[in-house]
């Protein structure tokens, strides 16, 4: 008797790449996370390498491979791709001891994250202005 497997919760469009215990807080991650949310994968490709934060590099290789992961196991087009989701979760937490003055001592908390990026390659009808943009456009072809 085994377990009953799952179903992907990805589409046929789609492929995951997930980085386990990167040693940053879930906080200063998100950040990072949060610049390559919905971004075309070129641009947050070179998002990441010019950034000046230290866990950027982190991430750009969990971009990486997720692209690597579209292109070879799900025979996506790369130029395509979209960083569709971008999600940050809490790791494990060492804690350490600092020892303080009058025989006290404080509790340094040293945290750790996981990252999921899910990339998603994009249709034509995607691929064309969203927001403002596309309503404008929409109202004066009718017009």
Same mark, same amino acid.
């Given at each position: 008797?085994?377990?009953?497997?799952?179903?992907?919760?990805?589409?046929?469009?789609?492929?995951?790449?997930?980085?386990?215990?990167?040693?940053?807080?879930?906080?200063?991650?998100?950040?990072?996370?949060?610049?390559?949310?919905?971004?075309?994968?070129?641009?947050a490709l070179?998002?990441?390498?010019?950034?000046?934060?230290?866990?950027?590099?982190?991430?750009?290789?969990?971009?990486?491979?997720?692209?690597?992961?579209?292109?070879?196991? =799900?025979?996506?087009? @790369?130029? !395509?791709?979209?960083?569709? #989701?971008?999600?940050?979760? $809490? *790791?494990?937490?060492?804690?350490?001891?600092?020892?303080?003055?009058?025989?006290?001592?404080?509790?340094?908390?040293?945290?750790?994250? =996981?990252?999921?990026? @899910?990339? !998603?390659?994009?249709?034509? #009808?995607?691929?064309?202005? $969203? *927001?403002?943009?596309?309503?404008?456009?929409k109202a004066?072809?009718?017009?």
């Amino acid at each position: 008797m085994s377990k009953q497997a799952h179903e992907s919760r990805l589409g046929e469009n789609e492929a995951i790449a997930i980085g386990r215990n990167i040693r940053v807080s879930p906080r200063k991650l998100g950040i990072v996370a949060g610049l390559i949310r919905g971004m075309r994968v070129e641009a947050a490709l070179s998002e990441l390498t010019f950034s000046k934060r230290r866990i950027a590099q982190d991430v750009k290789k969990v971009l990486q491979s997720a692209i690597a992961n579209a292109e070879n196991n =799900h025979q996506l087009d @790369v130029d !395509r791709l979209v960083v569709s #989701e971008a999600s940050v979760g $809490k *790791g494990l937490v060492m804690r350490r001891f600092h020892a303080r003055a009058r025989g006290r001592g404080t509790r340094i908390e040293k945290p750790f994250s =996981h990252l999921t990026i @899910v990339v !998603r390659e994009r249709g034509e #009808e995607e691929g064309k202005a $969203k *927001g403002k943009k596309a309503a404008k456009a929409k109202a004066e072809e009718q017009a």
